[in-house]
């Protein structure tokens, strides 16, 4: 059991997890600006602001206070070889004690590749070794089907469905919360061969 997550991890398909530091402010404002019209459905904060250096510097530059009082770490999802910036995961300690929430996003030339599905697996199997936690949780709107499609493609159960505002215009407001639980984890259900 660990007491928090760790700070890089090898993924099996020539990528990698590592928590984001200053020095990538410029990356990610880049990649926001070029991934823009991709995020803006899904994504509350997807605006010019987000595209700014300056504005990713402040941001960054919390993480470490962040990831002290165990509220959140921001991990970039890397290219192994040429260290190419391919999208955002984050852990989120906000939905309560013993539960971790997933957040991502990828750069808009990325996709479909699987590497959302690879990193969110990954980090759950992180998550579910901290001390404390026993829960993993993803959280989308209804009709993000693509960001749904990753906790079912790992197995999540859908917990609930909630109505709340919507945040961003793609969204509905229907929300749905897909959880993982370590007693699951440890006792997959039996697969047929
Ligand atoms: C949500 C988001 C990260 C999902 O991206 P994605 O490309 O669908 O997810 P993955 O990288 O896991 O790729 C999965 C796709 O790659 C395919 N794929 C190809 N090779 C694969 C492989 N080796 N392994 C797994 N999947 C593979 C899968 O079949 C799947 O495609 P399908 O749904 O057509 O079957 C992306 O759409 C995004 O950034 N959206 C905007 C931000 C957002 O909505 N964030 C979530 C807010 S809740």
Request: aromatic share 8%; net charge negative.
């Amino acid at each position: 059991m660990s007491i928090s997550p760790p700070e890089r991890i090898e993924l099996e398909d020539d990528t990698y997890l590592r928590w984001m530091t200053v020095d990538d402010a410029g990356t990610i404002a880049r990649a926001v600006g070029e991934s823009l019209d991709h995020l803006k459905p899904w994504m509350p904060w997807a605006d010019a602001q987000s595209t700014d250096v300056e504005f990713q510097r402040g941001r960054l530059r919390n993480q470490p206070h962040q990831r002290e009082r165990a509220e959140e770490w921001q991990y970039g999802l890397f290219r192994t070889g040429d260290d190419s910036f391919l999208g955002s995961f984050g852990l989120m300690t906000r939905r309560g004690p013993g539960t971790l929430e997933i957040g991502y996003w990828l750069h808009v030339d990325a996709g479909n590749r699987g590497h959302a599905t690879k990193a969110a697996l990954a980090l759950t199997e992180a998550g579910l070794q901290i001390k404390g936690i026993e829960r993993m949780m993803i959280v989308c709107d209804e009709a993000n089907v693509r960001s749904a499609a990753i906790p079912k493609r790992l197995g999540y159960t859908l917990q609930r469905v909630e109505q709340r505002p919507r945040e961003a215009p793609g969204e509905t407001g229907r929300t749905q919360f897909w959880v993982a639980d370590r007693i699951a984890a440890r006792n997959p259900p039996a697969t047929t061969p």
